[in-house]
């Protein structure tokens, strides 16, 4: 262990020059405007090849929506001792686009260093875990050293956008890949603490509402029906969901369900016309114990109840669904080996946590495997500027390392 992590110290250079590379090559899916992953993929392929991996497999999902016709997913495994049991380090390929370049300080594809920042898109979300996952395996293999168990590295694509052609569809269509007995670590959420080991997530849909009443003059509103009224009143009885669904756990922050409107779509465009039709939304986060058909029906019928109050029409769509997978137990091994393997490496108090939702463990959760969702973060993901830590990067490969040495 003291040989390895004394190599893994060395390797700062080695990070910058890999998230170099990495962000230099961005891997959009179509529905944010790119081609897919394909390039980065191509590049990681390469890289592992050079490690000296033997075991590399590619499952590619079809995609006609991107010129090569697929989206790429890799699996590379180096054997342990127990060749029957994988600790398995899942990473995303894809980013995000960088959105207004006027709020970037250098190009969002260069990556720029200052001290132990490295600066870029892509540098935490989520190539920071995937760069720890390479530096673990690069150690091992330069100093020859087996682990207790295979090392495995999974790095799917298109997580961004729902994973259907990433790690949910290595789940449905190549579950072969995976033993009973295997472990998942998921370095794509955490604090800077690195004490946060997530094994729950809420349910989570988003909700599309639509009220139809009539446009008019607003000289003379008895001529239509003014739509702002009746979504003013459904939004502030969406706030009162909270109370009807109270169930608790100090597992979750915040530990209850929560109801947010957030965006509003464009009505009308001058201010003398009242609006026939009016359309906002919410993001729902439900504690694991609710049906999300429940309270989808409690919303319908507020909407009901609404419609009948103003002379309106009311429809409530849910753009995006996901009810809760089964919480990864907080003594399961994978959540033990995490957490003791992170007081080690960074001497603090792991806890196991729930969060709102979200992360590719789900997917894992749903067919019995035991994953946990853990790695150093700052929280940047998504924004201008991205930036991750050098020194943060190398630290999650140690916690990874102590996990494949530890008997």
């Not at 590619?58 to 016709?69: I, M, Q």
């Not at 969002?108 to 870029?120: E, F, K």
């Not at 789940?171 to 603490?193: C, I, K, M, N, T």
């Not at 973060?377 to 990067?393: G, V």
Request: aromatic share 8%; with cysteine.
């Amino acid at each position: 262990m003291d040989a390895l992590f004394s190599e893994l110290d060395r390797q700062t250079e080695a990070v910058v020059e890999l998230q170099t590379k990495l962000s230099a090559i961005p891997a959009l899916g179509p529905r944010n405007g790119g081609e897919g992953e394909k390039a980065k993929a191509d590049f990681l392929l390469d890289h592992l090849k050079s490690m000296g991996i033997e075991d590399i497999r590619e499952y590619n999902a079809p995609d006609s929506d991107v010129p090569c016709g697929y989206r790429p997913n890799i699996a590379a495994v180096i054997p342990g001792r127990n060749t029957e049991k994988t600790l398995w380090v899942i990473s995303h390929i894809d980013v995000v686009p960088p959105g207004d370049l006027g709020l970037w300080n250098s190009d969002p594809y260069v990556v720029r260093r200052d001290g132990d920042t490295l600066i870029g898109r892509g540098v935490e979300d989520n190539q920071q875990g995937m760069v720890s996952s390479l530096l673990t395996a690069q150690a091992l293999l330069d100093l020859k050293i087996t682990p207790e168990m295979n090392y495995g590295l999974i790095l799917v694509s298109d997580e961004e956008t729902g994973s259907g052609f990433g790690l949910d569809y290595i789940v449905r269509e190549h579950e072969d890949l995976f033993r009973e007995h295997d472990l998942f670590l998921v370095p794509d959420s955490g604090e800077p603490a690195s004490e946060m080991v997530e094994v729950a997530e809420k349910s989570m849909f988003w909700l599309k509402v639509t009220v139809i009443g009539k446009q008019c003059h607003a000289s003379t509103p008895a001529q239509g029906i003014n739509t702002m009224f009746p979504s003013a009143e459904f939004i502030l009885r969406i706030k009162g969901l909270e109370t009807l669904y109270p169930a608790e756990d100090a597992l979750f922050n915040p530990p209850r369900s929560t109801f947010q409107p957030t965006m509003r779509e464009a009505n009308v465009a001058n201010v003398n016309t009242l609006p026939g039709r009016d359309v906002f939304y919410v993001d729902c986060r439900v504690m694991p114990e609710y049906e999300l058909d429940d309270v989808l029906g409690t919303i319908k019928g507020m909407g009901t109840e609404i419609a009948a109050k103003y002379g309106v029409t009311v429809e409530c769509e849910p753009v995006m669904w996901e009810q809760a997978a089964p919480a990864t137990p907080a003594d399961s091994e994978i959540a033990v080996r995490t957490m003791a393997s992170v007081r080690r490496v960074y001497n603090n108090n792991p806890r196991t946590v729930g969060v709102g939702g979200g992360t590719v463990a789900a997917f894992l959760r749903r067919k019995g495997y035991n994953a946990v969702v853990w790695s150093t973060l700052y929280h940047n993901a998504h924004q201008p500027n991205e930036w991750s830590s050098i020194k943060s990067t190398i630290g999650d490969a140690k916690v990874i390392a102590d996990m494949l040495l530890t008997k």
